[in-house]
């Protein structure tokens, strides 16, 4: 998997207006309800503002692979799906802030994918989505950097958002066409 602070760099000198953690969650959240993420995809919704060719054709290269990754491991029966997310050595609130943008760009990723109600998906799975919301709305600057209650809260919930996620696709990958992915407006 690509480097969390390496893909966040380009992202940033790309001026796109996303960062590494939320690039990552909206593919994850793409991907859910498709089968595949296209080029023309991220181009359009992660790097529409990138004026600079060599920069977006270096970003486009690092998001295919990034695309690439995820495709592999969300489907892999081994669980071997991973959020990118800056290192444990990093500040707390640090990687409270990515987990929260992660969250934020997979439930984009679900609304781009097609997911317009959760009606037709089970509960487990609604109050996932739920939660998801609930920890965009957390403000990670009130977090304290210390403690080993709030680090230990911290990899619990992102196991728990890891886990959901692939159930998530297991869910919607198992449904009809018809009801995972309805037909999207823009």
């Known amino acids: ?85 800056p290192e444990d050595d990093r500040p707390l609130q640090e990687r409270s802030i990515a987990l929260i943008e992660w969250c934020q760009g997979f439930l984009s990723g679900l609304g781009i994918g097609g997911m317009v109600d959760t009606d037709s998906i089970s509960a487990e799975s609604r109050e996932f989505i739920d939660d998801l919301y609930k920890i965009c709305r957390l403000n990670a600057e009130e977090i304290e950097d210390s403690g080993e209650e709030e680090e230990s809260a911290l990899i619990e919930l992102i196991e728990y958002v890891r886990m959901g996620v692939i159930m998530i696709h297991d869910e919607f990958q198992g449904l009809p066409v018809a009801i995972s992915r309805p037909e999207v407006l823009h």
């Open 1 to 85: 998997m690509l480097n969390f602070n390496d893909l966040d760099k380009l992202l940033i000198d790309a001026q796109t207006g996303s960062r590494a953690a939320e690039c990552h969650g909206f593919l994850c959240g793409y991907r859910c309800i498709s089968n595949h993420v296209e080029e023309e995809l991220f181009i359009k919704y992660l790097l529409a503002d990138t004026t600079d060719d060599v920069t977006f054709h270096e970003c486009c290269s690092q998001i295919t692979e990034l695309a690439s990754d995820i495709n592999t491991q969300i489907s892999s029966s081994d669980f071997e799906l991973q959020l990118l997310l």
